[in-house]
Every structure is written in C-alpha cells, then in structure tokens.
C-alpha cells in the first residue's frame, strides 16, 4: 500500500515519544476514522484507543481526545491547569462562550485519571478546575454587566 492509499484509508505510521506514560515510547500505527483513533502498538503494549470528542469553544474545529481504559484526557487548549483557555469570538451566529462552557463541562461525565494539555503539566482534579474555570466566567461575565 502506497502512502496516498494509507492517507486515504487513514492509516499513517508515528512515533509516539511517551515520556509521561508508562508506556514510555511506541512506534505504532496510526489508524483515524471519523470519531476514533485507534494506536496499534505492534509491540508488546496494548494498544491505546482514543475517541475523539468534538469540543468547540476555544475555537470551532477544536477536538480532545480521550482513552477510556486508561482514563487519559488529551485536553488539547480546551482545558488547562494553571491558565484560562482563549475563547475568542469565532462566530456571531453563535455563543462561542457558552458552548466552550457547554463542552467542558461535558468532561465531568469522563472517568479521568490524568489530563493531559496543550500547554503545562499533566494534572488530575480537574472537575475542580473546572469549577474554577466556570466560577471565572460568571464573574467576568458580571463584571461586564457593571460597566
């Protein structure tokens, strides 16, 4: 199989550098489909199955990834530890900030071990970031209000 028949099937070869992981690092196959990422790792590792879940908000086509058996959220810029994810105004047609709120508050339904984000560290407790990150939108959402 050539390369364009494995792009087109969605099939690509990574190296995956794990340095957060027990897993450490994996040469695997990457294989996308339309709501799933499935790693094959050809070693002795069980392979990762990461469900992609569609997070608009800090911008539209954001996506986060998710593997449920090892409980891992690859946040991405849509929630992170120590800052306040950028939820700029993308649409006029639509409440960008209610439904960045909306979609993070989707993640509270997730068994999550470790949280994984675009920028930072890995953490865990994160329904108690979440809580914050909701707490600091009402109360700018107030401020607003005052002016």
């Known amino acids: 199989m050539n390369l364009e028949q494995k792009v ?23 294989i996308v489909s339309s709501k799933k990422v499935l790693i094959v790792d050809p070693g002795p590792n069980h392979p990762l ?12 086509g954001h996506c986060c990834l998710y593997e449920p ?36 508050k989707r993640f509270t339904e997730l068994e999550v071990k470790i949280v994984l984000p675009g920028h930072g560290d890995p953490f865990s407790k994160f329904e108690k970031r979440i809580c914050e990150l909701e707490r600091h939108h009402a109360e700018r959402c107030d401020e607003i209000l005052l002016i």
């Open 8 to 30: 087109e099937k969605g099939i690509f070869r990574v190296r995956i550098p794990i340095e957060w992981s027990p897993l450490k690092e994996v040469n695997a196959y990457l």
């Open 49 to 60: 199955c990461l469900i992609v879940i569609e997070t608009p908000g800090h911008s539209p």
């Open 69 to 104: 058996n090892k409980r891992i959220l690859f946040s991405e810029d849509h929630l992170l530890k120590e800052i306040t994810p950028n939820v700029s105004l993308w649409s006029e047609e639509v409440d960008v900030l209610n439904l960045y709120l909306t979609n993070l």
